[in-house]
């Protein structure tokens, strides 16, 4: 790995460095799928962007990592690491902003996005109301968010608000982790009606509450089946289970730790199931191997809005 340290700098001048980098190594800037732009603050960068580094082993990528520091009234700056490796076709910019820059990201970010490939961004930290308004989100093809993130953990009631303005913010190709963390839990799920099962009547989702990802599979659930799926308390962490009712039989998935699970049927002998809780970097990967609009999850946010809606007018 070989890195440089550019101190009060310029966007060009890091495009330079990166073009030079390239030449002494003898590895010219070929057979990267596409740029990575990575907004984050300060206390989640390194853990950004090594899933970022890791999902990059998938998908070579350029990774712009920006991290906007200070207040705008202070002194107008950008600091950047450059970042290339001799092992891989990816390499990583780190931007600090500072000072007036921090409200004109996208012009630092722009000159630094590959030629002819997708740009994608992810927002590690905390997102904008609507990300393909947000100016570096205009740059981009898809964008990725996580609900989680920014260190909050609201209530159930919260949640369902958060996810309804997510809903009302949505664009063609926007995304979220906690609607890929459920991609296990759904195809879980699909298994179990591999044999034909009754028509389902009711079910719920376990999770600890304020989960957004529970309140995602519910409304899928719902969605798909027809029926009344509720979310309902857990010790968690997480999802830790999905009991649906069918004409007298129960279909269940049970988390039995953070790798396995149970699949239970009425009348046939239980499975124990692969059901790992996945890292951020594979979460990313799975966001990064399509580029096009995910239907199914503009659906299912839909969906928790209007229940949102429905719960906030009996409140």
Known sequence: MTQFTLTDTTSSAIVGTLTELRHRMGAPALGMVLTLVVVTEERDHYDAMRAAVEAGREHPSR?????????EEEETRLDAEVRVSESTPGEVVLLRLYGELIEHQDSVVSPLVLPDTPVVVWWASEAPPVPAEDPVGRLAQRRITDIVAGHFRPGPTETLRMLASRANGYRPGDGDLAWTRLTNWRTMIGSAFDTPVPPVQRGVVEAKPGNPSAEL??????????????????????????????????????????????????????????????????????ELRH?????????????????????????
């Open 63 to 71: 990774i712009v990592v920006v991290i906007p520091r200070g207040a």
């Open 217 to 286: 599979l519910a409304a899928w659930l719902s969605q798909r089946l027809g029926a009344d799926v509720r979310v309902l308390p857990s010790q968690g962490p997480g999802i830790t289970g999905v009991r649906l009712e069918a004409a007298g039989e129960e279909v269940a998935i049970t988390r039995v730790d953070s790798r396995m699970a149970q699949l239970s049927r009425t009348g046939q002998p239980d499975r124990r199931v692969a059901l790992a809780r996945r890292a951020t970097s594979e979460l990313l990967k799975e």
């Open 291 to 315: 580029l096009d609009p995910d239907e199914v999850y503009e659906e299912t946010l839909r969906h928790v809005a209007a229940e949102a809606r429905t719960r906030d007018a009996f409140l």
